[in-house]
């Protein structure tokens, strides 16, 4: 057996381990290459009462990039399945005669890992990015989430006590679990969503789930996209940002209104500095009738000059699909591992530039196929960030695709 780490979780990797304790999952075989993560102990006392929890509980949508910790990850795991009474394998939430048909999937970045209580460790069932897959077409949140915990549940084990009752007793224990998670994201200064909606072919192929384990919930969690963007906090990377210098190349007309004002937004308000530039000098319309003035054109800029180059999106955002003065700035800025973000049909632009060849990108889904021919890994989610990379696929993103411009700014 070997041990190795990877961001401070233990990792041990071990070749024909097999499961053997009671109360493990009905498809517990052999198996072989299975990482299995030792989650860190979780703790029992917190500064935040019910009370608070219960009144501080929103559902949040929009999320930024910045990933979960392990600490964090091992509350939320414990909070939905944990153990809290060994001798008889109680557990945080109440089951029906003990049954527990309950079994928790994590879905983030880095693959897809199951919950098991016994060991409070995560065993991994697929690895790469599915978070995209398991949403479909109308699935953003889930899709942009930096982790989702799929609650599923397995009927036929409460059926084997509760025959009639089977499928009601393990609905309402789903909604039990689900709630502690809901509830101790709060306590972690998470925002979280339930989602019931689910394509439950889509999220069972995606997530390669045990056989009988019927999807019924979805928590996606993260920091708020929102969260305030003058604390400074981790997630936020206002506090580093100040003062730093980002070029947006926008399209000379029909450029994307949301895109454009909803990123300067954000961007001002974490103290960013600002320079518009196009293909030429003068007055720019959008989509939408919005209207700025670019000073500057593309052959007077570097990317060196900046600490980021955004391209804005929008119908027009095609004009630079083949211009060699924009696909140089890109080259250049990637050169230089300047933040390099696009939005909406502009991740084109960077395709085209070259510099997505093995990159986590997203885009609208007409340019999909387009994309991954010049070698983008295209993951169809709200926005992606790989290293200094940030993409996102459109409007409803921006709040999403600000957040992490500013974290990569940052350095978080």
């Not at 999952?25 to 929890?53: C, K, M, N, Y």
């Not at 399209?251 to 500095?273: I, K, N």
């Not at 997203?362 to 960030?385: C, D, H, I, N, P």
Request: aromatic share 6%; net charge positive.
């Amino acid at each position: 057996m070997r041990r190795f780490l990877v961001p401070g979780l233990l990792v041990l990797y071990c070749v024909g381990f097999c499961l053997g304790r009671s109360g493990a999952p009905d498809d517990t075989r052999r198996r072989v290459g299975r990482r299995i993560i030792q989650l860190t102990a979780p703790r029992t006392t917190g500064s935040v009462s019910l009370e608070e929890a219960l009144a501080k509980r929103r559902s949040v949508r929009q999320f930024s990039s910045q990933a979960l910790n392990p600490d964090q990850i091992s509350q939320l795991a414990w909070a939905g399945q944990g153990i809290t009474e060994r001798t008889q394998g109680l557990r945080t939430a109440p089951s029906a005669g003990a049954t527990y048909p309950i079994t928790l999937y994590f879905v983030s970045a880095d693959g897809v890992f199951r919950y098991r209580p016994e060991e409070h460790a995560l065993e991994e069932v697929a690895n790469g990015d599915v978070r995209a897959a398991m949403a479909g077409t109308d699935g953003g949140t889930m899709a942009s989430a930096p982790l989702s915990i799929v609650v599923t549940g397995s009927a036929a084990k409460v059926a084997e006590r509760f025959r009639q009752e089977a499928r009601t007793y393990t609905l309402l224990e789903a909604g039990h679990v689900t709630q502690n998670i809901l509830l101790q994201a709060v306590c972690l200064d998470l925002g979280a969503v339930p989602i019931g909606g689910l394509d439950k072919r889509l999220v069972s192929e995606s997530c390669r789930l045990a056989r009988g384990h019927d999807p019924l919930y979805v928590v996606a969690i993260g920091y708020a996209a929102s969260q305030d963007v003058q604390s400074g906090q981790p997630g936020d990377g206002t506090s580093a940002v100040t003062g730093k210098r980002a070029l947006l190349i926008v399209p000379s007309q029909a450029y994307s209104d949301e895109e454009l004002f909803g990123t300067m937004r954000m961007l001002e308000a974490a103290g960013v500095q600002l320079t518009l530039a196009g293909s030429r000098a003068g007055v720019m319309r959008g989509m939408s009738g919005g209207v700025v003035e670019s000073r500057v054109t593309l052959n007077q800029v570097r990317a060196a000059d900046f600490d980021a180059v955004i391209f804005i999106g929008g119908y027009g955002a095609t004009e630079y699909y083949g211009n060699p003065l924009a696909l140089g700035i890109a080259r250049e800025a990637e050169r230089g591992r300047k933040v390099l973000a696009a939005t909406g049909l502009a991740p084109t632009i960077l395709a085209s530039a070259g510099v997505l060849r093995g990159v986590r990108a997203t885009g609208v889904l007409e340019e999909q196929a387009r994309m991954q021919q010049m070698g983008a890994l295209f993951t169809g989610a709200a926005v992606e960030r790989d290293g200094y990379i940030v993409t996102a696929n459109g409007p409803a993103a921006v709040m999403g695709f600000g957040r992490a411009i500013i974290d990569a700014l940052g350095g978080y």
